[in-house]
């Protein structure tokens, strides 16, 4: 068969741009992956005002986005744990440590009800980090002990949960809890604040850098000379350090008497938002927004569930499962695809 000069030009041409293409398909799944949890979160939104009428109302999003503050300031922390290629199970163990030690600490000064809570969970994570990076042990295995070993401090220090501290009188540290700017409480403007350092050090800083840099490869940044053992012990003190400032405004907003249960789970809602938010679990790649986005899907889609249909927690729980089965499927597509396979 004789090949006609059209025929054989259009066959050159569309040789010729598949690699373009490819490129293309690349780009876009990588900008999917980094802003897909923004899109999803302005289209859930824009159905919640049209079909929930009351979803809209300025109070609803104030309690939407306080609601959602002590979750995404943990989950701020667990974005560069995960982007590291590790992940942190101790941050909800972390956090009750930190709500409990906040209010026993408040009968010696607001100081103390913030800096001894902040002290012992750096101690956590430091020692967790250590233990990662000098005995090169899983990070899985290592946080998973921390979940029951801090979990079991907690109740120690509690006497066995009996003991439901609370802040003796007004403390000045409690209009960090319940104080108000424009009319939106303060913890979500110290939330905002933390997403914005966290965005500048993951993606303006070496040591962001190094981070994404180990989680893409850490044996290639062993070998690149970068400080891998430094920066990993780094990830989970910044992650416990998170967790230590939300348990720090849990108690300045509730005047102490939580119960050592709390934080159960809070782990879990973390490293969801996280992956909701296009961190990959695998590390090296994550954005930081991404994560406050994915924090604020999971709440307001709980919040449009209530405020629909009137349904309960488990309903919740259920479509909160789902909706990240499917943002994890849609992941590993487009990251397949990212990849060009």
């Not at 079909?51 to 999003?61: E, M, Q």
């Not at 959602?68 to 943990?74: G, M, Q, R, V």
């Not at 590390?283 to 309960?312: C, E, P, R, T």
Request: hydrophobic share 55%; aromatic share 6%; with cysteine.
């Amino acid at each position: 068969m004789t090949t006609t000069p059209s025929t054989a030009t259009a066959g050159a041409a569309t040789t010729a741009d598949a690699p373009a293409v490819a490129v293309r398909n690349r780009n876009v799944a990588s900008a999917l992956l980094r802003n897909g949890a923004v899109l999803a979160l302005a289209l859930v939104m824009v159905a919640g005002f049209v079909l929930v009428p009351t979803f809209g109302s300025a109070d609803n999003l104030r309690n939407v986005a306080l609601a959602a503050s002590f979750i995404a300031i943990i989950a701020a922390g667990m974005t560069f744990v995960v982007i590291s290629g590790g992940i942190d199970l101790s941050v909800g163990s972390t956090y009750a440590l930190a709500v409990i030690l906040s209010a026993q600490a408040s009968a010696s000064g607001s100081a103390a009800a913030i800096l001894a809570p902040l002290a012992a969970c750096a101690v956590v994570g430091l020692a967790q980090g250590l233990a990662i990076t000098v005995l090169r042990l899983p990070p899985f295995i290592v946080t998973l002990a921390g979940l029951g070993g801090v979990r079991g401090l907690v109740f120690l220090v509690t006497h066995e949960g009996n003991d439901v501290p609370q802040v003796p009188g007004f403390k000045v540290f409690e209009v960090l809890g319940t104080g108000k700017l424009a009319t939106i409480g303060t913890p979500v403007w110290i939330t905002l604040a933390v997403f914005a350092i966290g965005w500048l050090v993951l993606n303006r800083t070496a040591f962001g850098q190094h981070v994404q840099a180990i989680g893409g490869n850490g044996p290639a940044a062993e070998l690149m000379g970068l400080p891998v053992k430094r920066a990993t012990t780094s990830v989970y003190v910044i992650s416990a350090l998170c967790a230590g400032v939300a348990g720090i405004l849990t108690t300045a907003q509730s005047g102490g008497g939580q119960e050592a249960r709390i934080g159960d789970a809070y782990e879990l809602q973390a490293i969801a938002a996280v992956v909701i938010g296009g961190t990959l679990l695998a590390g090296g790649v994550g954005s930081i927004i991404g994560s406050l986005a994915g924090v604020m899907l999971l709440f307001v889609i709980q919040n449009l569930i209530v405020q629909g249909a009137n349904l309960n927690s488990y309903v919740q729980q259920l479509v909160s499962g789902a909706f990240l089965l499917v943002v994890v499927l849609v992941q590993a597509a487009l990251t397949a695809r990212r990849g060009g396979t």
